[in-house]
């Protein structure tokens, strides 16, 4: 059975760029007849506002994309990150990392190898880092083919818990879509880097590995990624079927006159029932786009 997901960060409203992950993951998973679960990544506290959760919420439902199940609350759930890093501890798959930012930083950027052969403990207060096996150096996308570590360099040694004491973002990910028997995983195609250790991390706990979809980004006219670091303007959802097509345009579908000539004149039910019947995951282009070069014809 198909179980696919939607994660936001709530550090701000949702925005062009992680409406195509929304719809993108929704269309797919309801074109598999599978469910659809959305899960709040709001364990880093001093990036996440409750009040983003609640309009995250909003603009989705107002959307019609309305997800399976109670949505899954990073921030309630410490206790279950805690055992997993436990088991991690003891498997010898860890170990406590001071290095601060500014000596990564005088280091080239790179997280400094010798520091896993100083093996320090994973006490309180210590960053905990992964010590990844390193064999994970390629998989195959559904969307981009086959993809090799080589092109997308990342950190090898991802950090596991912070040294300010959040859990990171790749063991909460890798935990919460295991909890929540995610089979694929469609999203931005910005994780692609994270992916190789993600994939890594389910080997070491011996969880099953889903599949990957990478979606295009949405690009601001400077060419960066339109995120909330960017300051990307949040939805317009006064003419929300308008909204959906654009989106949906964006990943590579493509709608008859009838409906792209007057997308209002649809609900958005409607117009989602039409999008998961015709949705082609072939479609859907490799390459990041900006979002003011679309156009919904
Ligand atoms: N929370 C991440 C974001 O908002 C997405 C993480 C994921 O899909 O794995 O960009």
């Known amino acids: ?10 550090s701000g409203p949702l925005h062009f760029g992680s409406l195509t992950a929304a719809l993108g993951s929704f269309l797919r998973a309801r074109s598999q007849g599978g469910s659809w679960l959305l899960r709040i990544e709001d ?5 996440s506002r409750p009040e983003y959760t609640d309009l995250i919420l909003k603009d989705l439902e107002a959307l019609g994309l309305i997800w399976d199940e109670a949505p899954l ?18 498997r010898g798959l860890t170990y406590g990392c001071n290095c601060t930012r500014s000596l990564i930083k005088l280091n080239g950027g790179h997280h400094p190898e010798d520091c896993r052969l100083r093996n320090l403990p994973c006490h309180e207060g210590a960053g905990i880092r992964f010590r990844n ?3 994970v150096t390629s998989f195959t996308d559904l969307i981009r083919g086959p993809l090799s570590l080589n092109d997308y360099p990342a950190e090898p040694d991802f950090l596991l818990k912070r040294r300010d004491g959040f859990f990171a973002y790749n063991l909460v990910s890798v935990a919460d879509d295991r909890a929540s028997g995610i089979t694929e995983i469609v999203r931005g195609a910005d994780l692609i880097p994270d992916t190789f250790g993600q994939i890594g991390l389910c080997q070491a706990l011996g969880y099953p590995v889903p599949a990957y979809a990478s979606l295009p980004l949405a690009l ?16 317009d ?26 997308p209002e004149s649809l609900t958005v039910t409607e117009f989602l029932d039409y ?9 859907v282009p490799r390459s990041s786009r900006m979002v003011s070069q679309i156009s919904e014809s």
Request: zero cysteines; proline letters at 8%; aromatic letters at 10%.
């Open 1 to 10: 059975m198909y179980r696919g997901r939607f994660a936001p960060t709530p």
């Open 43 to 47: 364990i880093d506290e001093t990036r």
């Open 73 to 90: 609350i990073q921030s309630q759930r410490r206790e279950f990150y805690r055992d997993i890093l436990d088991t991690l501890n003891s």
């Open 133 to 135: 096996p390193g064999n």
């Open 220 to 235: 601001s006219e400077n060419g960066s990624k339109y995120s909330k670091q960017n300051h990307a303007p949040g939805l």
């Open 237 to 262: 959802l006064s003419s929300p079927v308008t909204l959906l097509l654009k989106a949906a345009t964006f990943l590579g579908q493509t709608f008859p006159p009838e409906i792209s000539g007057d």
């Open 275 to 283: 999008a998961v019947k015709h949705f082609a995951i072939n479609s």
